[in-house]
């Protein structure tokens, strides 16, 4: 008979950790008699990143006392306690390969339901200080899990655990967390675990990801990282030839690329970027940026369209340096900010240059579905600033269900009312609210963060799913550091400081940082946050896949190995270090 050995609560504190702050709750103390469990959690209790834990779905974490006696022997530690490995109760029996998703279990008078194994997390290891925990536990198969509170009541260590529901399916939590973290996802588990009413909508959302790429043309895993996409056209940079320009506004100009030999290049889906190395002036150090391809994915050549800033070195260059002839190292399209399949109606939404990823969808629905519903919004300056504006208005004149509405923030006299521009001012959730845009529609969004921000959260208020609602950004994207306290100041990429480092380059694309691999750097991850770049991570072991970063040349190593193979042609940067110069898509 199972029991309860030891209930444990704590209270989300501050925890200094590699020159960050951490808000955590991962440390847990013991106590003593009965002690209340409500729906959202232990009385006494609470969690410092409730995106990743607490809420009605993982509302108490339970570990095993065997586990306990497994950790000592295999760490050689003689000092863990009770609540350790942050579980709220600590248990005797109920092993993982044993207890299944959806079983009940009555403490008392308290009734419980187990709903996910525990989430894969870096502050287990920050507890114990041991950076591996996150993976070992995955690898050890020993990782504990979650209950959702079916009756609230008194529990108190000592009380029997009592099983009085079994889940169905039976898939144990330890097959579950399998399925998911490591490699040889069962087909049969995978569809046993989505017919489990209980289980977490978190994981549902997973294996459903899962389940749904079942073409074999896709590499990873896309359960942990949401999207799929096959692997790109060829490895690192090659040549191609600039075979047009175009100035497609005052400051927006449109390079052509293609094969040197005239074949036609590889396929895109409409929506990818490309990445290109350039050397201005002849400097040994490249630079190296992203652009969004802006013609039809049906076309033998990439065009991309470059805005150019006051003081950018790759836009400048792009301005006024290159011209037809001229070669350009080129990585292969990458991207999952795509037009996604369907027939449902379509609000692509952009400013200024942002338009250029969206205008490749336009380009998509114009050429295989002129059907389509479509709502074309555009916010520029003036005319003289708006970019692609008789090529969008050529496209929207084939389209029968298209809908049109430009903004110009400050039309100039020359420009045409109802001609040029649709209203006078910027673009603003109000506007929004007046074009009746359908609530199942899908949204793409481009353009300044700012913008983006505005316009997602328009197009809620309009009624639309934030679900079906996708942005892209020119720059880097937003950071995902869970748990780490957010600095007040807005960090500028920049060189790592201290002595350069004499090993591989590692160039940033998105962030415009080249700089020289130091030894003293556990992976590329540690080395990014040196640069101020922003990194998206939640294990730091190679188990979660937050990390999973393109990788547009170069060759990585692992250590630690990661437990799943990332993505053909990505890393997982958390673990892995430069073996020769590396360009990152960060």
Not at 256 to 262: E, I, N, V
Not at 269 to 280: D, E, F, H, N, Y
Not at 323 to 348: C, H, I, N, Q
Not at 421 to 446: K, N
Request: proline fraction near 7%.
């Amino acid at each position: 008979m199972a029991h309860l050995v030891a209930v444990n609560v704590g209270l989300p504190r501050d925890v200094a950790w590699n020159d960050h702050t951490v808000h955590t709750g991962a440390w847990k103390s013991t106590v003593q008699g009965p002690r209340m469990v409500r729906r959202l959690n232990v009385d006494g209790d609470g969690q410092g990143d409730l995106a990743g834990h607490g809420g009605e779905q993982r509302a108490v974490l339970v570990y095993q006392v065997d586990s306990y006696r497994h950790w000592a022997q295999f760490l050689g530690r003689d000092d863990l306690t009770y609540g350790h490995f942050g579980e709220n109760f600590t248990v005797d029996g109920l092993p993982d390969d044993d207890v299944c998703i959806g079983d009940r279990y009555r403490i008392g008078e308290a009734v419980f339901e187990v709903t996910q194994p525990r989430v894969t997390c870096y502050r287990v290891g920050l507890r114990l200080g041991e950076p591996r925990m996150a993976a070992l536990l995955v690898a050890h198969r020993r990782p504990g899990f979650y209950l959702r509170v079916i009756t609230e009541a008194d529990v108190e260590a000592g009380q029997e655990i009592i099983k009085v529901g079994s889940g169905p399916e039976r898939v144990s939590v330890a097959e579950l967390d399998a399925l998911l973290y490591l490699p040889g996802h069962s087909r049969a588990t995978l569809n046993r675990a989505l017919r489990i009413p209980a289980l977490s909508p978190g994981w549902q959302t997973s294996l459903r990801a899962m389940a749904e790429e079942s073409d074999g043309s896709a590499t990873g895993n896309v359960g942990l990282t949401g999207t799929s996409a096959p692997a790109p056209a060829w490895s690192g940079f090659r040549s191609l030839t600039i075979t047009e320009v175009h100035q497609e506004s005052r400051d927006v100009r449109s390079v052509t690329l293609g094969a040197g030999d005239g074949a036609r290049l590889p396929g895109w889906r409409a929506g990818q970027s490309i990445t290109v190395r350039l050397r201005p002036d002849g400097q040994s150090t490249p630079v190296v940026r992203t652009y969004s391809l802006s013609n039809s994915p049906g076309s033998d050549r990439y065009r991309i369209s470059v805005k150019r800033e006051p003081y950018g070195v790759a836009s400048g260059f792009i301005a006024t340096a290159v011209g037809v002839g001229d070669e350009v190292e080129t990585a292969a399209p990458r991207g999952t900010f795509v037009l996604r399949d369907g027939a449902g109606p379509v609000v692509l939404v952009s400013a200024g240059v942002g338009a250029t990823p969206v205008l490749s969808m336009l380009h998509q629905i114009a050429a295989q579905q002129p059907e389509r519903p479509v709502w074309w919004v555009h916010g520029s300056r003036d005319g003289a600033q708006h970019p692609f504006a008789a090529e969008t208005r050529e496209l929207l004149n084939r389209l029968p269900g298209a809908h049109r509405h430009t903004a110009y923030s400050r039309p100039g006299p020359e420009d045409r009312p109802a001609v040029d521009f649709d209203v006078a001012g910027r673009l603003s959730a109000t506007m929004l609210d007046q074009l009746g845009l359908p609530s199942d529609a899908d949204a793409y969004v481009c353009g300044p963060a700012d913008f983006m921000t505005a316009m997602r959260r328009a197009l809620v208020d309009c009624g639309l799913e934030p679900s079906r609602i996708r942005s892209e950004t020119f720059g880097a994207g937003a950071a995902l550091n869970p748990g780490v306290v957010v600095r007040p100041e807005v960090a500028v990429p920049h060189q790592p400081a201290g002595v350069p480092g004499t090993g591989p380059l590692v160039s940033f694309a998105r962030s415009g940082i080249t700089a020289r691999w130091g030894e003293d750097y556990p992976s590329m991850l540690d080395f990014a946050e040196a640069c101020e770049v922003p990194t998206r991570w939640a294990c730091r072991t190679g188990v979660c896949h937050t990390c999973e970063t393109p990788l547009l040349a170069g060759a990585v190593r692992y250590d630690p190995e990661p437990l799943d193979s990332p993505a053909a042609g990505t890393a997982l940067i958390c673990c892995a270090q430069p073996t020769q110069d590396v360009v990152l898509d960060l």
